[in-house]
């Protein structure tokens, strides 16, 4: 008897939840694969004064340009290690590929995320949640959004820095973002308004789609900046793998992520 009284439950709601976000074929829509690593310590201070890049970024270059070569992004374990100050959290994995694919339908924006997150990351302290999968949304108010991407919000001082201030969190210096925000445990996904979001599991890999309707900054026609954070092996905070800057093309914009209409 139990096992009915369960489904019977459970069921309506799942039926209720497929018919309100019907999800685009994704079959039909190209993915791009984006590399996220674990960047250690490096707020958008150093990337912007003592990193080698930090004049090609301030003269209007993307971060990808010089990092998101044919052969991918080869972050070496050693390379990251000297930006960690926590010698214990440099991932034996330290970089993997998400698929990333988005579509504009019926006045929302989809974008999907597939994934493997890596075995091997240290255990981190979120008791709650396996596994967390966003994406931030930039407005282009925020200094060179188009360009970093999450580092526009990624400070020497926040929580989690050595010698940061462990009650500030992500911010910019104008401007706002959006974090959009899955969590694979029973408490709820951290999301805005007007936002969904629906996860899967084939094998090893994790689906996650999140749906967010038109408006604000998220427009047909605009090139939005974002970035995607995966927190692997409930990892917390800072411990995440983490993107370079994309752009998001909005119904036909310049992007390297094309979210077209349907
Ligand atoms: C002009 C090319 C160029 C641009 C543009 C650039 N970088 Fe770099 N970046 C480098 C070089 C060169 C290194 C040093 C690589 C090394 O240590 O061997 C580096 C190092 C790094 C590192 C440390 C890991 C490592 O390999 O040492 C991070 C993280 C990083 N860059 C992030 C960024 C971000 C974020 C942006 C955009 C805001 C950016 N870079 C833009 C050239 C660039």
Sequence with gaps: ???????????????ASAAAFAAPDWSKIPARNIT??????????????EHPGASVVKAGQACI???????????TAKRLAKHEPDAQAMPKTVSFPVSVQAAVDKGTLNVRLSFTPPADARAGSDA????????????DKVPQAALAGCWTSCHKDMRGMPGGDAKKGKYVSAGSFELLQWKSGKTQAALPAGVKVESGKDGDKTTVTFSRKLGGSVVEGRSVPFGIAIHA????????????????????AAGEVQAKKL
């Design 128 to 139: 709650a949640n396996e596994l967390k999968a966003a994406i931030m949304l930039l407005d």
């Design 233 to 252: 092996n409930r990892a917390a905070g800072r411990m995440h793998y983490i993107s370079l800057g994309y752009r998001l093309g909005v119904g036909g």
């Design 1 to 15: 008897m139990k096992p009915t009284i369960r489904l019977a439950i459970s069921l309506p709601l799942a039926v």
């Design 65 to 75: 340009v010089c990092h998101e070569t044919k052969k991918g992004l080869d972050y």
């Design 36 to 49: 996220v690593f674990h960047a250690g310590a490096t707020p958008f201070e150093w990337i912007s004064s």
